[in-house]
């Protein structure tokens, strides 16, 4: 058993993610703890990397800004598609995520920010993107 998080680490943690304002964005505190293969993409790269060298038992929080988290905010990933573009059926509700299917059969996400007769703007970025971000960590163990 390590006493510090490695890149090949299993670890049983308790983390918070919440935008400086407080709005939170994820949080396993209030449930089971969380359980991740460093290295396997459960957790975002950039929030591994942070975790490596940490501690068990100890209580972290970290302030990210947009680089060190989910990345700057980027304005090509906001896509207006053309509404007969669209799949047939496909339920569109502005302010709502929409799951989509790609040719590879791969699914990604996109945020429905508005809706006319003709078109829906999409915006792919991670919903935390372009976000200062406070990273709180619980490391209950490491293997």
């Given amino acids: 058993m390590s006493s510090t998080v490695r890149p090949d680490s299993y670890l049983t943690l308790h983390y918070r993610i919440t935008a400086l304002d407080g709005e939170e964005f ?11 293969q460093m290295g396997s993409g459960q957790l975002a790269e950039n929030l591994e990397n942070v975790l490596l060298g940490l501690n068990a038992g ?10 060190q988290a989910f990345g700057v905010h980027n304005e090509r990933l906001v896509e207006r598609i053309a509404r007969n573009g669209l799949p047939a059926g496909m339920e569109l509700k502005e302010n709502s995520v929409v799951e989509f299917t790609a040719p590879n059969g791969a699914t990604f996400a996109g945020f429905l920010r508005e809706l006319d007769e003709s078109s829906a703007l999409f915006d792919f970025n991670h919903p935390m993107a372009g976000k200062t971000i406070r990273f709180e960590v619980k490391i209950i163990g490491i293997m």
């Fill in 58 to 67: 100890e209580h972290y929080v970290f302030e990210l800004e947009p680089e």
């Fill in 26 to 36: 994820l949080s396993t505190f209030d449930m089971s703890p969380a359980t991740l």
